[in-house]
């Protein structure tokens, strides 16, 4: 119980630094699919709302590093995506990003978000991005890809290693694992106390099993697939900012130009000293690109007369 209300006090501070509310909204008539999230700003006339879209085992509050640097005069939504953080599962037999795409047309649906979206997507949260923008495009006005796993032709050796049953990389169950993970994922030092690491995995122990059944299914199935999915990508009309960590070791540097290439309207930003967490190792740099991409590419409104009969 300690470790949990510890857990719990330290995401309260980050989200008021951030300066985020929390929310959460039914999307359907009886209450089984509860979608939660964090609100910032509100819609603005004009200027698309962003849709910030975490990773495989994350959640919404991954993405309070960069919010407490994005101003309220933007309107941002960070979500808990199905059987990640407080959303609860909406089709517990189906683990596809397939799913989650649909399941992210029916939230912007519910909340009546009818302007074209910015769009910002995270590791395997930038697939979904892709993938949404693929199947319903008059929702996106833009899109931000932040590292995701690309094909076959760039599969770096821990995407191999994953195929062969090392999921400890994205799922460390210890304080051991976890330091693995950070030192292979990460430039920037990550530093918890082992008997902190030790009980927060002890308390997340029952949703580990899930997200095994989630990853094995997405390199099973949908990782073989991706070429044929990206390769949509280049009907997308939309623009596209690119940001990727030179020393990404889980999606290679390379792949950020395999995106640019799919991308006809895309510009690529790399960081230094940066592994696979763009979001967490360069959370000021991330919120300015994005912002001024944003403000770059961001629609004029307007007002047509009213029609005469």
């Avoid at 992210?104 to 769009?119: I, S």
């Avoid at 949703?207 to 009907?235: G, S, T, W």
Wanted: a negative charge; one cysteine or more; hydrophobic letters at 40%.
């Amino acid at each position: 119980m300690g470790i949990l209300m510890h857990d719990w006090l330290l995401t309260i501070i980050a989200a008021i630094d951030a300066g985020v509310t929390k929310r959460s909204i039914s999307l359907n008539d009886d209450a089984n699919t509860i979608v939660s999230y964090y609100e910032k700003g509100k819609s603005i006339p004009g200027q698309p709302s962003m849709i910030y879209i975490h990773g495989f085992s994350s959640n919404k509050e991954a993405w309070l590093s960069v919010l407490k640097f994005v101003p309220d005069s933007y309107h941002s939504i960070l979500i808990d995506l199905p059987r990640h953080g407080e959303t609860t599962d909406t089709n517990a037999d189906d683990h596809s990003i397939h799913e989650v795409v649909d399941t992210l047309k029916l939230f912007f649906d519910t909340m009546q978000m009818t302007d074209p979206l910015c769009l910002i997507g995270a590791s395997i949260g930038g697939t979904t991005v892709a993938l949404f923008t693929v199947k319903y495009p008059e929702y996106v006005s833009m899109i931000c890809l932040l590292a995701p796993p690309p094909t076959k032709l760039h599969e770096s050796e821990l995407i191999k290693k994953l195929h062969a049953g090392m999921d400890y990389i994205l799922l460390p169950t210890t304080s051991e694992e976890f330091y693995a993970t950070a030192e292979l994922l990460t430039v920037k030092k990550v530093t918890a106390p082992k008997a902190f690491i030790d009980r927060y995995f002890k308390s997340r122990l029952r949703v580990v099993d899930q997200q095994r059944r989630i990853l094995k299914a997405f390199l099973e199935y949908e990782y073989l697939n991706l070429e044929q999915y990206y390769d949509q990508l280049k009907f997308a009309k939309c623009p596209a900012l690119i940001l990727w960590g030179r020393q990404d070791q889980l999606c290679v540097v390379d792949a950020a130009y395999y995106f640019s290439n799919l991308l006809s309207d895309s510009e690529v930003t790399i960081f230094d000293e940066c592994g696979h967490f763009v979001s967490f190792e360069k959370a000021e740099e991330t919120a300015k690109y994005i912002m001024e991409f944003l403000d770059r590419h961001s629609y004029d409104v307007v007002e047509l007369p009213p029609t005469k009969f």
